[in-house]
């Protein structure tokens, strides 16, 4: 969370786990192209080669047209 996407591949990468895609979301919360959110909680044990999705910010909803 609050890593870049780029980030977030390398982390994946890393710990042998498959990057299964991003979706973007609005967040007043996250800065703009930081990870939210990802589909296996943090700390959780998986399987290597497991896939994780990411949900990454698109800034805030207030900041876009």
Do not use: H, M
């Not at 299964?20 to 990870?35: F, I, L, M, T």
């Not at 939210?36 to 700390?43: N, T, V």
């Amino acid at each position: 969370k609050n890593k870049t996407l780029e980030e977030a591949q390398e982390i994946l990468e890393d710990q042998d786990l498959v990057f299964g895609g991003a979706r973007d979301e609005y967040s007043d919360s996250v800065e703009e192209g930081c990870v939210i959110s990802q589909s296996i909680g943090s700390g959780k044990s998986v399987k290597r080669g497991s896939s994780v999705s990411l949900t990454v910010s698109k800034g805030s909803v207030s900041g876009n047209p």
